[in-house]
C-alpha cells in the first residue's frame, strides 16, 4: 500500500496522468466531483484540463475509462474553454469508445458528441463522425451512424449538414454488415422525416429491395413537421419557446417558426453532386449535330440527352451548345429531332438551374415561334423546355421575346405562349408581376380574347385570370377597363381555378421564407415524357429564388424587381385598403333622365331650366344647387342630373351667371354623387370650352378637378386634353395646360399617359398663340419633377431656341422635390397604401417614360462579318469592327434590345490582349446601357458579369473604365440580376486581389442602397471571409468596409452561421470583426419617400434612383446617427455608419459638388472626438500604435476623417502623390485661423495623419508638414487648448523620431515644435516620451533627446522628471557610456544641466556610475565651471519662457463659463517677481515632508538616508536670510483662464507651510464659494480641497502649535480662515455632497482634534475658534453626503474605540456627532444608502461583538449603535433587511440576527408601545431629557437657533415655547453648547420678551455677527442646489451617490474596489494606527501629481514677465544656497523623522 500513499498526495490534474490505473480512477472521479462544483465557466482551473480531456476518453483501463467518460462529459457541459478540444475528443470518442463491449460507454460517447454540438461544434463532430465511417470496425460504423441519427433527430437539420450524411448513405447500404446496413435504414428514416422527398433522387441507385422496405418506412412517418427538441447554447430563448409551449401542452403558433424554417431548408438539388458534362460531350459532337443526315444529328443529340439526365449540372461555359441545340429547335427540318433537342435544352436548364439564365434570352423567341407545331409530342417537348428555362430566369428578362410573339399571326403560337404566360404567372408573387410588367402583357392578352380563334381566346382568359389571382384585382382592374362584363365574368371564373404555386398569400412566399425552391422538377422525372399533368405538379415548387425573399408578414417589401423597372405588387396593395370599385353605368336616354330628375328636382326647377328669361334660369339653377346639396349620395342620379344641366341652353348658356352656378353645380355633382365616367363624357366638352372664359374659366376648372377626383385623373386629363387640341381656341387649350400642370401637383402623376400628353405638349409648343407654349413649358416642368431627366429625350429635335426654354424650366425645378399628392388619395389607397402608393407611383412613371422612348432595332446592323471583323487576329482589325460598333449606336440614340451577335462578340474583346480595346469595349458596353435602357438587363449574367471580371485587370485605368461600365450598367437594371445567380460569388472566389477589392468595394457602395436583396447573396459569405484574412491589407479593409452591409441584408446570424466552414483560428478571428460590424450596422434604407426619390437635386431620374439619396438615407437611420447636412455632403453617410459611403456614393450627381471646394474644410461633428476616443477605449479600432504604417491604419484614418473632413481635401490627403499632400497642407495652414473650432475638433485625426507624413520619404512634405505644426501648436496655446492623452499618445512618439533626422533643418523644426508642445502638454508628461526617445538605435536621436531632456529640466526644475529625478537621472546617465560621441557628450550637458539647476544632490540621485563615467562627469561638471547658485538667474534671463499665461484645459471647453471666476479667484498674480519665483519648485517637498512627519511610521522612502549626507552641508554657518512670505498665488488674467488647473494651483497652496501662503489661498477660495455663480467652479476638486485643509490643520496641531517663535495670533488667524472657508463650503450643498467618505472620516478626526486641544483654551481667541468648529462640524453633517458622513462616522468610532491612546473623549464626541446623525435620519432616510450603512455597521460588529463592546468602560458605544439600529428599524420597518445585500455572509453577521429580533420586537408590540420604547432607550440618551416628544420639539428649535438663516425664528419659538410650557428642562440642550451659546440664547430671549412687552424698541443686533467677524464667517449664502437636483425633496437612490463617489475615487486616483475591501479583522486589531477608509493621504499621492503639473504650467506665467532679476527657481530645500529654506526649521524635521524612525 505504499505506492498507494504516494499517488494519493498529487494533486488530480496529475492523478489523471498517472500510470497506475487506480490512480487514474481516483483522479477522474475527483475530476467529475471538481467539474461538477465549479460554477464559473469561465474558471481558469479548467483550463488546466485542456490537454487531458482526450486521454480521460481513451483510458487504456475499461473501468478508468468509462469514469473517465463521465469526467469529461461533465467537462464539456461546464467549461468554457472545452470546444477547444473537440476534434481530438471526437476523434478519440469514434476510435476509442466506440467500439467498447460496454453499453454504457457507448452512451457516454454519444452523449458527449451531442454535448459538444450543444456547445456549437457540430461540423467538428460530424466530421469526425463522418471519417468515423471509413473505420474497418463494424462496431465504429455502427455507433457513429446511431449518432449521426440521434443528434439529427434532437438538433434537427439546420444544425446537423445533411449534404454530407446523404452523400454517405447509398456506402452504407452496401455494406455486408447487416447491423450497418439497419442503422443506415434508421438514419435515412430520419433524415426523411426532416426533408421528406429531397432525399429521394440521391437514393434512386440503391438496391431496389432496400428502397422498397425505405418506402415502406417512410410512408409510416409522421406528417407532423418535425421540431427541434435539443438546443444549441446560443439558442436559449429558442429552448425557452418550446419549453414553453411543450407546458402548455400544445403545438402554440410558435411552432410554426421553426417549421417554416427547418423544413423548406432543404432542397433535393443542393443535396446532389454536381457532374460535369462539357468534356463528356463526343468529340465529334458538334460536326455530327451539322450533319446532312438526321440519323447522325439524331445520335448527337441522344448523346447529349443521355449527360442532361443529371439532374445536377457543373457551370461551365454552355453557350455554343446552347447555340446548337437553339438551331436544331428552330431551323431542323425533321421535328423528332426538334423535341429531342427541346428536351436537351429542357434538362440543361433543370440542372444547371439559375446558371442557365443568361442563355434564356437566346432560346425563349425561338422556342415560341416553334409552337407552330402541331404534333403533340413535339408541343409537349417545348412546352417543357420553356417552362423549364422560366425557372432559370425571370419574366421581366424575357417579357420582350415573348411580347414579340404575342402578336404573331399563327393562332397556336398566341395560344401556346399564352398558356405559357399563365404558367409562368403561377410562379409570380405580386412582387414578382409589378404593374410595369402587368401593362403590357394584359394589353396583349386582352388582344387575344377578342381572338377569332377559340383556342386563342381560352388560353388568353386562363392567362389574365392567373395574372388576377397573383396580383389582385387592384393591380389588374385598371387594364380591364375596357372589357365588357361577360369576358370579365370569365376571367373571374377562370381566376378562381388557377392553383398557385405559393398559395394565395400576398408577399408570396411567406411559408417558404428561406427563399429556396423546394423542389425542381424531381428528377427521377426530368427525361421522361411523362404526362403533363405530373410534370406541372412537379415543376411548380420551383423558382422561389426568383421571388425576392420577401420577409413574410406585413407587405412585401420592394425589392426593385428586375432592376427599377418594377413596381411592388400592386396585389399586395390591393389588399391593404378597400378595393377601388370603378363605378360603371350605362349610357341613358334622355327620357329616363328626365324621369329620374323629377324625382327629385322641384317641379318648377325643371320646368325653368330652359326658359328665355335669364333670371328664371338663374333662380332655377339657385335650386338645383339646393336640391343637390341635400341629397344623399345613394340617392343621387347623377347622370340624369348632368344632362339635365346640358339641355338647351346647356353648355351654350349665354349668361355669365347661371353659366357660372351651372359649372359650380357640375363640380357639386362629381364631388356628392357616385360620378361615373359615362356622366362626365356629358360635361367635358362644355367644361374644356368654358375653361379658356375669363369669368366662368375658374368655375369649369373647379368641376374638372372634381371629375378628376371621381373619375381618376389619367382617364379626365386625357379626356380633357384631347378635348382642348381637337378645339382651335388658344385660349382654352393654354387653359387647359394649366389646369393639368396643377392637377397633377395635386394628384400626384400615378398611372398618367405620358405618351398621350407628351403627343400634346409637341403639338402645344409648335402652337403659334405664345400662351400656349408658355403652358405647354410649365407642364412640362411639373412633369420633369415626377419624371426627371429622361423627359428631354423627347425633345431633342426641337428648335434650339425652344429647348433652350424647356431646359431653363427644367433648370427651374431642378432641386425641387414632387409635393405629396393632396387629391384623388382618399378613394385610391384608403387605409395603408400611403407608403407604397406614392413609391409606386414615382417608380412607374420613370419606367413609363422610358419605355416610350422611339428604339431603333439595330438587329440588322449587327452583321456576321462585323461580329467577324470584332474577332479578327488583327487587332487593328478588330479595333475597326469596334469603332463601327460605336457609331452604330450613337446613331441609333435608342435601341431595341435585340442585338443580335453582338454580345458573345463584345465578350470576346474584354480579354483582348490589348488593353486599348478592352477599355474601347468598356467604354461600348457603357454607351449600350444607356441606348437600351433597362431592357440591358437581360445582358446582365452574359455581359455584365464578364466586366466584373475586368475589374481584376492590373492596370489601374482599365479598373476604372470596368467600375464605371458595371455603375452604368447597374444604373439601368438595378442591382437584383447582378446578385441573383452564383456568378457574382463566383468571381469573388477567384483569388485576384484587384478584382477582390474593385468588387467589395462596389458592393460596400451599393448593398446599403438595396431594401432587400435576393438570398443568393449568401453565396458571397464564404468568400467574403476569406477575403477577410486575405494578405492583401486593401482586400481585407474593403472586406471589412462590406461586412456590416452584407449583415444589414443577411442578418447577423445567418453570417455567423456560416463561419462554421472556416478553421477555428479563422473563426474566432472573423466572428470579433463580425461583432464589431453588428455595431456599425447601419439600417436598410426606408422605402424611398417622395423626397428622397429624386434625391440629388433632380438630376436622376426617378429611375436612376440615385444612390446619394439612399446614401443619405442609410446614413439617418443607421444606428444613432444624426447626419448633419454638412455632412450629407461628405458622402452622406453618418459617421455611425462609418463612412464606408464616403467612397463617392454619390455617383454621378455630385460631380459637381466634388468641383466645389468653397465650404469649411473641417466638418465640426458634436461629440466626434469623444466617440473615437471610446472607439479606441474600447478597442473597436486600431490603437494608433506602429513601427511603420500598414494599410489598415491609413484605411482607418481615412474612414474616420470622412465624416469630419472635407472630400476633397480627403481625396488630396490621402492620394498616392506627394505633391497632393503638399496641396493639401497648404489648404490646412490658408484654413488654419478661421477654422479654429473645425481644426480643434479634427484635430486628433490631423494628428494621426501628419504621423503618416512623417514616414514618407519626400522631405518636402515633411518640412511643410512641421511648418504647418509649428503654427498649428501656437494655434493651440494661444486657445488655450490642453491636448488629451489619446492625442499625445497618438503623435508625440512619432514626432520624436523625426528628431533624429539626418538633416539639421528639419531637427531644429522639431525641437521648436517640441518646445510649444509644453504650452499644451504638461512639461512632465512630455519627459516620459522624451525620455522613451532615448532608447531608440539611432544616435542622432538619442542625443538630441537627451538634450531636451536638459532643455526641460532647465525650464521646470527637478519636477519634470518623471517616475522620480532619481529614476530618469539615473536612466539619462547611463547614456555616458553610450559608443556614440554626440550621445555622450548630450549625456553629459544634459547631466551638468541638472547639476546647475540642483547641486550636488545629483551625484545621490545618480547612484552608482562606473569610474571611467564619473570621472568624465566630473571632470565635465568643473569645466562648465558654474556654481549652482548662479543657474537660476541665468535661467531667467537665457529663456523668457516658452509663453505667457497658458493653462491646461482639458476640458476643452474653452472660454467656458468658469471664465470670470477664476479672473475673480486672485488679484494679485505678478505682484513681486522674488517671492514668486522662489516658491516653485520646493512646495512640492515641503508638502512631502508634513506628510512624512505626520503618517506615524507609515513612510516608505529613503529620504532620511539620503539627507543624513548633506546634514553637515546644512549645520555650515550660513547666512539665513529671513524666509519670506510669499505674497503671491498666481492671479488670472480676466480674459479666458482655465479655472480647473488653477483651482489645483491654489488648492496646493493652502497645505503650505507658510502661514500667509495659506491664508491667502485659503481667502481666494473663500471668495469663489462666497459667489453663487463661481462656487460651482470648485465642483470636482472637493475632497482635494478637504485634504489640503485637514493636511494644513494637522501641521499646525503637529508644528506651528508647537513652535515658539510663531505668533499665535497668525496660527488663530490661520484656524478662522480655514473654518471660515469650510463653513462656507458647508452651506453649498451640492457641493458639500461631493466629499467622499474617507476624506470626511479624516476631516471630522482633524476637527475633533481641534476641539480637544488644551492649547486652544490657553489663547485668547481660543474660545471663539471652537465656537466655530463647533458650527462647522454642525454643518457637515447636515450638509455632506449622509451616506458618507454616517459611514465616516462610524468608522471613526471604530478607530477610536480601537486606538489605545485615543481619548474617551474623543470616541464622545464621535458619538455625538453619531446622535445627530440618528435625530435627522427621519428627513434623511430617503437620500441615503441602507446597504452601505448597513455594511459599515456589520464590519463595526464585527470587530466589536456585543461582548466586547460590553467591556467598554462606557455603556454609551453599545447604546449608540443600538439606538442607530432601532431608529432605522422604526424608519424602513421590515423593509430594512432588504438591505443587507453587500454583506457577504449574512449568517455569520451578528447584525441580521440583531435586525431580526427589532423588526420583530416592533411588530408584536403595537405600534405606540414600541415607539414609547424607543422613545425611552434615546431619551437615556439624550441626556437623560424627560419626554421624548418634548425632546425632539426642542431638539429641531435648538437647530433653528444653531443655524444662521432661522436664528430669529428659533429664538421666537423658544421663547413661545418658555412660555407655554414653564417648567420645561432647556438645560440639557444649553449645558452641551459654549459659553458663548448660552449667553447667545438667553440675550435673544431677553430681547424678544422686551420686544414683546413692548418696552422700547430695542435694535435686534443679535451680538452673533460681531463676535463672529473673527472666525471668518462668511455672510449666508444660498445654498446651491445640489447637482443632482435633490434639493426639491425628491428622492435620489443611492446608486447616484455610489456612481458619484466612484467618478470622485477616480479623480482622486483611487481605485475603485468596493467599500468591503477593508482590511480584515486581524490586521484592524493589529495596527490600530492604519486607517480602514481608503485614507486621505493615499489621495494626496495622487493629487501630487496633478499639483505637479499645474506648477509647472504657472512656472511658465511667472518667469515669463519680464522680471529678469528673479531669484532662484529651482532652489532645493537641501541646497546650501537656498534663500527659501527655514533651516532651523528643517533641521526639528529632520530629528523628529529621525527619531521616529528609530
Not at 469529461?72 to 470546444?83: K, M, P, S
Not at 373571374?492 to 408570396?508: D, H, Q
Not at 513601427?1187 to 473632413?1205: A, F, G, H, N, W
Request: a neutral charge; one cysteine or more.
Amino acid at each position: 500500500m505504499g505506492d498507494d500513499s504516494e499517488w494519493m498526495k498529487l494533486p488530480i490534474d496529475q492523478k489523471c496522468e498517472h500510470k497506475l490505473w487506480k490512480a487514474r480512477l481516483n483522479g477522474y472521479e475527483e475530476a467529475l466531483k471538481l467539474f461538477q462544483k465549479i460554477d464559473d465557466e469561465k474558471s481558469p482551473e479548467w483550463s488546466k484540463y485542456l490537454g487531458l480531456i482526450k486521454k480521460f476518453v481513451t483510458d487504456s483501463n475499461a473501468v478508468a475509462q468509462l469514469k473517465g467518460l463521465e469526467a469529461a462529459l461533465a467537462y464539456v457541459e461546464n467549461a468554457h474553454v472545452a470546444g477547444k478540444t473537440t476534434g481530438e475528443v471526437a476523434s478519440g470518442v469514434v476510435n476509442k469508445v466506440f467500439n467498447q463491449p460496454k453499453a454504457r460507454a457507448k452512451e457516454l460517447g454519444l452523449d458527449i458528441c451531442l454535448m459538444y454540438i450543444e456547445i456549437e461544434k457540430g461540423e467538428a463532430v460530424q466530421e469526425e463522425l463522418l471519417k468515423g465511417l471509413d473505420n474497418k470496425n463494424p462496431k465504429i460504423i455502427v455507433a457513429c451512424i446511431e449518432t449521426l441519427r440521434k443528434a439529427l433527430s434532437e438538433f434537427g437539420s439546420k444544425i446537423i449538414s445533411l449534404k454530407p450524411i446523404i452523400k454517405v448513405l447509398p456506402k452504407l447500404f452496401e455494406s455486408r454488415e447487416k447491423a450497418v446496413r439497419d442503422e443506415a435504414k434508421l438514419l435515412a428514416v430520419e433524415i426523411y422525416r426532416w426533408i421528406r422527398d429531397a432525399l429521394r433522387p440521391p437514393l434512386q441507385n440503391i438496391n431496389s429491395v432496400q428502397l422498397k422496405e425505405l418506402e415502406e418506412e417512410w410512408v409510416k412517418v409522421s406528417s407532423a413537421a418535425p421540431k427541434q427538441t435539443r438546443f444549441l447554447r446560443s439558442q436559449q430563448e429558442l429552448k425557452a419557446k418550446f419549453e414553453q409551449q411543450q407546458a402548455a401542452g400544445g403545438d402554440a403558433d410558435g411552432g410554426g417558426d421553426d417549421e417554416e424554417e427547418a423544413v423548406p431548408q432543404v432542397d433535393a438539388y443542393e443535396l446532389l453532386e454536381a457532374v460535369e458534362i462539357l468534356s463528356k460531350l463526343p468529340k465529334d459532337f458538334y460536326e455530327k449535330i451539322e450533319a446532312k443526315k438526321w440519323q447522325e444529328r439524331k445520335e448527337a443529340l441522344e448523346a447529349v440527352e443521355l449527360l442532361v439526365k443529371n439532374p445536377k449540372l457543373e457551370s461551365g461555359d454552355y453557350a455554343d451548345l446552347v447555340k446548337v441545340l437553339k438551331k436544331v429547335v428552330g431551323k431542323d427540318t425533321n421535328v423528332m429531332l426538334v423535341a429531342l433537342a427541346a428536351k436537351c435544352l429542357a434538362g440543361l436548364a433543370t440542372g444547371l438551374r439559375k446558371k442557365f439564365g443568361q442563355y434564356a434570352g437566346h432560346v425563349v423567341p425561338t422556342i415560341l415561334e416553334k409552337f407552330k407545331e402541331k404534333k403533340p409530342q413535339v408541343v409537349q417537348a417545348l412546352q417543357e423546355a420553356i417552362d423549364a428555362i422560366f425557372l432559370t430566369t425571370t419574366l421581366q428578362n424575357i417579357s420582350e421575346d415573348v411580347l414579340a410573339v404575342m402578336d404573331n399571326k399563327n393562332p397556336t403560337i398566341k395560344q401556346q405562349t399564352s398558356l405559357f404566360i399563365a404558367r409562368s404567372f403561377r410562379h409570380c408573387t405580386p412582387s414578382t408581376l409589378p404593374k410595369s410588367l402587368l401593362k403590357p402583357f394584359c394589353a396583349a392578352l386582352l388582344k387575344h380574347i377578342n381572338d377569332s380563334a377559340p383556342e386563342v381566346r381560352d388560353a388568353g382568359f386562363e392567362a389574365l385570370g392567373t395574372a388576377l389571382k397573383v396580383a389582385g384585382e387592384k393591380a389588374v382592374n385598371p387594364f380591364l377597363a375596357d372589357v365588357d362584363k361577360l369576358k370579365l365574368d370569365r376571367i373571374k371564373e377562370c381566376a378562381e381555378k388557377v392553383e398557385l404555386v405559393y398559395g394565395k398569400k400576398t408577399g408570396g412566399a411567406a411559408e417558404k421564407k428561406e427563399g429556396r425552391p423546394v423542389s425542381g422538377k424531381t428528377p427521377a422525372l426530368s427525361g421522361s415524357g411523362g404526362d403533363k399533368e405530373t410534370k406541372d405538379a412537379a415543376t411548380k415548387p420551383g423558382p422561389q429564388k426568383k421571388a425576392p425573399a420577401v420577409k413574410s408578414g406585413g407587405p412585401p417589401k420592394k425589392s426593385k424587381p428586375a432592376g427599377a423597372a418594377g413596381v411592388v405588387g400592386a396585389g399586395a396593395k390591393g389588399k391593404k385598403g378597400p378595393e377601388t370599385k370603378e363605378i360603371f353605368e350605362a349610357e341613358l336616354s334622355i327620357e329616363v333622365c328626365e324621369e329620374k330628375a323629377a324625382a327629385v328636382l322641384p317641379a318648377s326647377c325643371i320646368q325653368q331650366l330652359d326658359s328665355g328669361n335669364w333670371k328664371e334660369r338663374l333662380a332655377c339653377m339657385e335650386e338645383f344647387q339646393k336640391a343637390v346639396e341635400l341629397m344623399e349620395r345613394s340617392e343621387m342620379p347623377c347622370q340624369a342630373l348632368v344632362r339635365m344641366l346640358a339641355k338647351k341652353p346647356g353648355w351654350k348658356e349665354t349668361n355669365f351667371q347661371v353659366m357660372q352656378m351651372k359649372l359650380h353645380i357640375v363640380a357639386l355633382i362629381a364631388q356628392k354623387g357616385n360620378f361615373s365616367k359615362t356622366s362626365a363624357q356629358v360635361v367635358l366638352d362644355g367644361l374644356v370650352d368654358k375653361v379658356g372664359d375669363v369669368k366662368c374659366g375658374s368655375n369649369a376648372k373647379e368641376a374638372m378637378t372634381a371629375i378628376a377626383e371621381a373619375c381618376q385623373l389619367p382617364w379626365t386629363a386625357e379626356q380633357v386634353v384631347a378635348t382642348a387640341f381637337s378645339q382651335k381656341n388658344p385660349k382654352n387649350q393654354s387653359e387647359t395646360l394649366n389646369w393639368l400642370s396643377n392637377a397633377i401637383k395635386e394628384f400626384g402623376f400615378s398611372g398618367l399617359n405620358v405618351k398621350a400628353f407628351i403627343s400634346n405638349v409637341k403639338t402645344a409648343l409648335a402652337a403659334t398663340n405664345p400662351a400656349v407654349r408658355t403652358s405647354a413649358i410649365t407642364l412640362l416642368g411639373v412633369m420633369y419633377l415626377y419624371v426627371g431627366p429622361p423627359l428631354r429625350m423627347f425633345f431633342e429635335d426641337e428648335k434650339p431656341a425652344l429647348l433652350s426654354q424647356i431646359d431653363a424650366e427644367f433648370e427651374k425645378m431642378q432641386g425641387q422635390t414632387a409635393p405629396a399628392p393632396t387629391r384623388g388619395i382618399s378613394r385610391n389607397s384608403v387605409a395603408g397604401g400611403g407608403d407604397d402608393a406614392e413609391e409606386e407611383e414615382q417608380e412607374d412613371v420613370g419606367n413609363d417614360v422610358v419605355d416610350l422612348l422611339p428604339r431603333t432595332d439595330i438587329g440588322e446592323k449587327i452583321t456576321a462579318e462585323l461580329v467577324s471583323k470584332i474577332g479578327d487576329k488583327n487587332w487593328k482589325i478588330r479595333k475597326e469592327g469596334l469603332d463601327e460598333v460605336t457609331s452604330i449606336i450613337n446613331d441609333a440614340k435608342f435601341i431595341q434590345p435585340n442585338i443580335g451577335e453582338l454580345p458573345a462578340a463584345l465578350k470576346g474583346r474584354l480579354n483582348d490582349s490589348n488593353k486599348i480595346l478592352v477599355q474601347q469595349t468598356l467604354s461600348i458596353l457603357q454607351q449600350l446601357a444607356t441606348a437600351m435602357g433597362p431592357n440591358i438587363k437581360q445582358h446582365v449574367k452574359n455581359l455584365g458579369i464578364p466586366v466584373i471580371t475586368v475589374l481584376g485587370d492590373s492596370k489601374n485605368n482599365v479598373r476604372a473604365a470596368a467600375l464605371a461600365t458595371v455603375n452604368a450598367w447597374a444604373e439601368q437594371t438595378g442591382m437584383k440580376e447582378w446578385l441573383e445567380g452564383e456568378d457574382l460569388s463566383e468571381e469573388l472566389k477567384k483569388e485576384n486581389p484587384f478584382l477582390r477589392q474593385e468588387l467589395l468595394g462596389w458592393l460596400a457602395e451599393k448593398l446599403p442602397t438595396l431594401r432587400s436583396v435576393p438570398s443568393d447573396l449568401l453565396l458571397c459569405v464564404p468568400h467574403l471571409y476569406s477575403c477577410l484574412e486575405d494578405r492583401n491589407g486593401d482586400v481585407r479593409k474593403k472586406a471589412q468596409d462590406a461586412l456590416p452591409f452584407f449583415m444589414m441584408h443577411l442578418g447577423f446570424e445567418k453570417m455567423a452561421k456560416a463561419t462554421s466552414k472556416l478553421k477555428p483560428t479563422s473563426k474566432d478571428q472573423v466572428l470579433a470583426m463580425l461583432e464589431k460590424a453588428k455595431a456599425n450596422m447601419p439600417a436598410k434604407p426606408a422605402a424611398p419617400a417622395k423626397a428622397s426619390c429624386r434625391g440629388a437635386g433632380g438630376t436622376a431620374p426617378a429611375k436612376f434612383q440615385p444612390a446619394s439619396a439612399l446614401a443619405e438615407d442609410s446614413g439617418s437611420s443607421s444606428a444613432e446617427s444624426k447626419p448633419d447636412p454638412k455632412r450629407a455632403k461628405a458622402g452622406g453617410a453618418s459617421s455611425k455608419a462609418k463612412g464606408v459611403q464616403g467612397k463617392k456614393v454619390l455617383s454621378k450627381p455630385t460631380l459637381k459638388e466634388d468641383d466645389d471646394k468653397s465650404g469649411p474644410i473641417f466638418i465640426i461633428v458634436p461629440n466626434g472626438k469623444e466617440q473615437r476616443m471610446k472607439d479606441e477605449k474600447g478597442l473597436k479600432v486600431l490603437k494608433w500604435n506602429f513601427t511603420t504604417p500598414r494599410d489598415e491604419y491609413i484605411d482607418q484614418l481615412k474612414t474616420q476623417m470622412s465624416s469630419c473632413v472635407a472630400k476633397w481635401l480627403q481625396d488630396e490627403m490621402f492620394h498616392a502623390d506627394f505633391q497632393h499632400h503638399n496641396k493639401a497642407l497648404a489648404v490646412m495652414i490658408e484654413h488654419l485661423e478661421n477654422e479654429k473650432d473645425g481644426v480643434i475638433s479634427c484635430l486628433d485625426l490631423i494628428l494621426k495623419w501628419l504621423t503618416l507624413r512623417f514616414f514618407d520619404t519626400n522631405t518636402s512634405v515633411l518640412m511643410k508638414a512641421l511648418e504647418y505644426l509649428k503654427l498649428l501648436f501656437n494655434l493651440l496655446s494661444q486657445e488655450e487648448y490642453h491636448l488629451t492623452e489619446n492625442e499625445a499618445s497618438s503623435f508625440i512618439p512619432y514626432l520624436i523620431l523625426k528628431v533624429g533626422e539626418p538633416k539639421d533643418v528639419i531637427r531644429r523644426d522639431v525641437r521648436a515644435i517640441l518646445n510649444r508642445m509644453c504650452l499644451i502638454y504638461p512639461a512632465s508628461k512630455m519627459f516620459t516620451f522624451i525620455m522613451e526617445g532615448t532608447k531608440s538605435k539611432n544616435s542622432k536621436q538619442r542625443a538630441e533627446c537627451l538634450e531636451e531632456l536638459g532643455c526641460l529640466v532647465e525650464s521646470y526644475g527637478m519636477n519634470v522628471c518623471q517616475p522620480t529625478p532619481g529614476k530618469a537621472l539615473k536612466e539619462m546617465a547611463t547614456h555616458i557610456g553610450d559608443r556614440d560621441n554626440t550621445v555622450r557628450n548630450a549625456a553629459l550637458n544634459t547631466i551638468v544641466t541638472v547639476y546647475n539647476v540642483h547641486g550636488d544632490q545629483v551625484f545621490k540621485l545618480i547612484g552608482n556610475l562606473s569610474e571611467k563615467d564619473m570621472s568624465m562627469l566630473e571632470e565635465r561638471i568643473k569645466r562648465s565651471a558654474k556654481r549652482p547658485s548662479a543657474a537660476p538667474v541665468r535661467q531667467a534671463e537665457e529663456k523668457p519662457l516658452r509663453a505667457q499665461n497658458i493653462s491646461t484645459n482639458a476640458s476643452m471647453l474653452r472660454k467656458g463659463p468658469a471664465e470670470d471666476m477664476s479672473s475673480k479667484l486672485n488679484q494679485n498674480r505678478n505682484m513681486g517677481g522674488h517671492s514668486e519665483t522662489a516658491h516653485t519648485v520646493p512646495r512640492e517637498f515641503q508638502l512631502d515632508l508634513d506628510e512624512i512627519e505626520n503618517d506615524n511610521g507609515t513612510v516608505r522612502c529613503e529620504m532620511p538616508a539620503l539627507v543624513q549626507h548633506k546634514l553637515d552641508d546644512i549645520f555650515e554657518p550660513v547666512l539665513i536670510p529671513e524666509p519670506k512670505i510669499r505674497a503671491v498665488s498666481p492671479h488670472f488674467d480676466d480674459m479666458h483662464s482655465n479655472t480647473a488647473s488653477t483651482i489645483n494651483f491654489v488648492i496646493s497652496q493652502v497645505a503650505s507651510g507658510d502661514i500667509n501662503t495659506s491664508i491667502q489661498a485659503l481667502a481666494q477660495i473663500d471668495e469663489v464659494l462666497r459667489q453663487e455663480d463661481k462656487a460651482e467652479a470648485m465642483s470636482g476638486h472637493i475632497d482635494q480641497f478637504l485634504i489640503a485643509t485637514f493636511m494644513q490643520l494637522r501641521l499646525i496641531y503637529n508644528t506651528h502649535m508647537a513652535d515658539e517663535k510663531l505668533d499665535k495670533d497668525e496660527i488663530v488667524k490661520l484656524y478662522s480662515c480655514i473654518i471660515g472657508s469650510m463653513i462656507s463650503l458647508f452651506q453649498i450643498e451640492s457641493l458639500a455632497r461631493e466629499a467622499s467618505t474617507g476624506v470626511l472620516k479624516d476631516l471630522m478626526h482633524g476637527l475633533i482634534t481641534l476641539m480637544l486641544d488644551s492649547r486652544l483654551e490657553d489663547l485668547e481667541e481660543g474660545e471663539q475658534v471652537i465656537r466655530s468648529v463647533n458650527l462647522l462640524v454642525v454643518k457637515v453633517l447636515e450638509k455632506s453626503d449622509q451616506t458618507n458622513i454616517l459611514s465616516a462616522l462610524l468608522v471613526l468610532l471604530q478607530d477610536s474605540l480601537l486606538a489605545t491612546a485615543s481619548s474617551p473623549k474623543f470616541s464622545e464626541l464621535v458619538m455625538k456627532c453619531l446622535w445627530r446623525m440618528v435625530r435627522l435620519l427621519p428627513e434623511t432616510i430617503n437620500s441615503i444608502n441602507l446597504d452601505r450603512i448597513l455594511l459599515d455597521i456589520h464590519i463595526f460588529m464585527k470587530v466589536f461583538p456585543k461582548e466586547k463592546l460590553k467591556q467598554c468602560k462606557s455603556e454609551f458605544p453599545i447604546r449608540t449603535l443600538k439606538t442607530l439600529l432601532h431608529t432605522l428599524c422604526k424608519l424602513k420597518g421590515p423593509k430594512i433587511l432588504d438591505h443587507l445585500t453587500m454583506i457577504d455572509n449574512k449568517n455569520e453577521s451578528e447584525l441580521e440576527a440583531h435586525l431580526c429580533r427589532v423588526v420583530k420586537h416592533s411588530m408584536d408590540q403595537s405600534g405606540n408601545k414600541a415607539d414609547k420604547d424607543t422613545e425611552k432607550g434615546a431619551s437615556r440618551i439624550e441626556e437623560k431629557a424627560s419626554k421624548a416628544k418634548v425632546n425632539d420639539i426642542l431638539a429641531e428649535i435648538f437647530k433653528k437657533i444653531g443655524s444662521k438663516e432661522n436664528t430669529k425664528e428659533g429664538l421666537a419659538e423658544l421663547y413661545e415655547y418658555k412660555k407655554k410650557y414653564s417648567d420645561a428642562d432647556i438645560e440639557p440642550f444649553l449645558k452641551n453648547s459654549s459659553q458663548f451659546f448660552q449667553s447667545y440664547v438667553e440675550r435673544g430671549l431677553r430681547l424678544i420678551e422686551t420686544e414683546r412687552e413692548g418696552k422700547g424698541r430695542i435694535a435686534a443686533s443679535t451680538g452673533i455677527s460681531s463676535q463672529m467677524e473673527g472666525t471668518c464667517v462668511p455672510a449666508s449664502t444660498h445654498t446651491v442646489s445640489s447637482s443632482i437636483g435633490n434639493s426639491n425633496g425628491e428622492e435620489v437612490g443611492p446608486s447616484v451617490y455610489l456612481e458619484r463617489l466612484k467618478i470622485l475615487r477616480q479623480r482622486c486616483g483611487l481605485d475603485n474596489a468596493k467599500q468591503e475591501d477593508r482590511p480584515p479583522l486581524t490586521s484592524l486589531l493589529s495596527k490600530p494606527a492604519l486607517p480602514t477608509v481608503a485614507s486621505s493621504t493615499d489621495m494626496l499621492h495622487s493629487k501630487l501629481s496633478q499639483l505637479r503639473e499645474s506648477r509647472e504650467q504657472y512656472q511658465h506665467l511667472d518667469l515669463d514677465s519680464n522680471q529678469t532679476h528673479s531669484s532662484g527657481i529651482g532652489t532645493t530645500l537641501a541646497s546650501p544656497s537656498s534663500a527659501a529654506a527655514n533651516i532651523d526649521d528643517l533641521k526639528k524635521r529632520l530629528e523628529r523623522i529621525k527619531s521616529s524612525r528609530k
